[in-house]
């Protein structure tokens, strides 16, 4: 993901599918917001009944979730690190291969701040096809087919099954609710001055992912009542499929870390 964001506009110049597939698509879909906090919580309250003391079970779970807060972070501003010296490599070759005075040398330096230039000046936009979309594409099609020939030979592969035909249904909710990322004046008018400007739809989707996980925690206990076999497979999917796509630690961790230090602790408390 840091690597993604300082790379932003070179990945927008060869494919903007390209740029959403990384960041939204493979990013925010290995990252799970949800089962960081079901591991939080089991931490805190000791589910597992191990011998511990109370005070014990509070350290463990403070560990967990600062640490985890601390990899993502730091992994973040190692990948955005990276991120700068491609970007310079980058500058460094279209100062090598082309004049200063050439138009598309002008345009692709404007771009690598993640700013697209018009369609006039030679930006390709969603409406159009490049050869790195048909690679994209073709290489998403061998892998379904690799996908299910594998899931088909393999043994006891139901819930991976269920969880690869789930797990694009909460990317795709994700990558929908980030459009409430990008504020109007007129909604947070309607919102306390504390939640203004937050990415809302980050927050709304690790919200609505962790609340379906609890859920499918409790009926996966059988506390309510006791599932069958194929119920556990659904559940196992929704929880690893579902709510692991629709919620994302990458994604939150991009926006704790250009967020002021006064709304990044206020989005950080709200959403754990």
């Known amino acids: 993901m840091g690597i993604a964001t300082r790379t932003k506009g070179i990945l927008l110049r060869y494919s903007p599918a390209l740029n959403l597939g990384i960041t939204t698509g493979l990013c925010g879909s290995i990252t799970t917001f949800s089962s960081w906090q079901l591991l939080v919580y089991e931490e805190f309250f000791n589910t597992r009944a191990h011998d511990h003391s109370q005070f014990r079970n509070f350290l463990s779970g403070m560990s967990v979730l600062a640490t985890t807060v601390a990899c993502?972070?730091?992994?973040?501003?190692?990948?955005?690190?990276?991120?700068?010296?491609?970007?310079?490599l980058y500058i460094i070759y279209l100062r090598k291969t082309r004049s200063e005075k050439d138009p598309l040398y002008r345009i692709n330096t404007k771009m690598l701040g993640g700013k697209p230039a018009s369609t006039r000046q030679g930006w390709v936009g969603w409406t159009e096809w490049r050869t790195v979309d048909f690679i994209l594409a073709i290489a998403g099609i061998l892998a379904i087919i690799a996908t299910c020939i594998v899931v088909g030979l393999a043994r006891s592969t139901r819930?991976?099954?269920i969880s690869l035909l789930l797990g694009p249904v909460g990317t795709f909710l994700r990558w929908r609710?980030?459009?409430l990322n990008i504020h109007e004046t007129r909604i947070d008018r309607k919102l306390p001055s504390l939640l203004a400007n937050l990415p809302l739809g980050t927050f709304l989707a690790n919200v609505f992912g962790c609340a379906v996980l609890a859920i499918v925690h409790i009926l996966q206990t059988g506390v309510v009542v006791r599932p069958s076999a194929a119920s556990c497979y659904v559940l196992a999917a929704m929880a690893d499929g579902f709510c692991g796509c629709l919620t994302t630690v990458s994604t939150f961790a991009a926006e704790i870390s250009v967020l002021s230090p006064r709304r990044s602790t206020i989005y950080s408390i709200i959403s754990i």
């Open 72 to 88: 993502a972070v730091g992994a973040l501003r190692l990948g955005q690190i990276i991120g700068d010296e491609v970007r310079l």
């Open 159 to 161: 819930s991976v099954s």
């Open 177 to 179: 609710l980030s459009s």
